[in-house]
């Protein structure tokens, strides 16, 4: 039994982990798997800001899916559709660049909302490898529905870490886009 307590000590200071009340662990001082998120200790992770930074994107990823989910539209997908009906007539490469997407992955992306009547490809006029991406009539009118919830999933974003910490996390962001 005392050796238990010992292990259990040496156990948080080396992992982090606190083991819960009445939880026994094994002779070796590992913990058990079943431990909840706030109970396992982050050690130098809680300084990273790429981990923190990764954490909230999959919160943000997640909020924005679920408040989109009506209109079934992905984050790239939404990334995509606005920057073309900014941009009419871009190229697929053009569009690629900007956000960071590999053409693989926005051709297939391409085909998809295609096959919705979001977005159509016409045969460049000056390059005959190259396509202008445009809305179609159906995609500026989803686009602006798309819009209108996504402010509402930034709404979220601001109800979750303050209108004034958004403003500031974009303005430092800014950097990077």
């Given amino acids: 039994m005392a050796r238990n307590a010992q292990v259990s000590k040496i156990t948080k200071s080396r992992t982090g982990i606190r083991p819960r009340p009445g939880r026994a662990q094994s002779e070796n001082g590992s913990a058990h798997n079943d431990l909840l998120n706030d109970e396992i200790g982050l050690d130098a992770l809680a300084g990273h800001a790429g981990y923190a930074v990764r954490r909230f994107q999959i919160w943000i990823f997640q909020d924005f899916i679920r408040t989109l989910a009506a209109v079934d539209i992905r984050p790239t997908q939404y990334s995509v559709m606005t920057v073309i009906g900014a941009n009419p007539g871009l190229s697929q490469m053009a569009v690629a660049k900007r956000l960071g997407i590999e053409r693989a992955r926005l051709v297939h992306l391409l085909d998809s909302l295609e096959h919705r009547d979001l ?11 190259s396509h202008a991406l445009h809305l179609t009539a159906r995609g500026r009118t989803a686009l602006a ?3 209108r919830l996504a402010a509402e999933h930034e709404r979220h974003v601001a109800e979750k870490i303050g209108k004034e910490n958004r403003e500031r996390l974009l303005q430092i962001l800014s950097a990077f886009t």
């Fill in 145 to 147: 529905q798309f819009k």
């Fill in 119 to 129: 977005v159509s490809r016409v045969k460049s006029a000056t390059d005959r490898r």
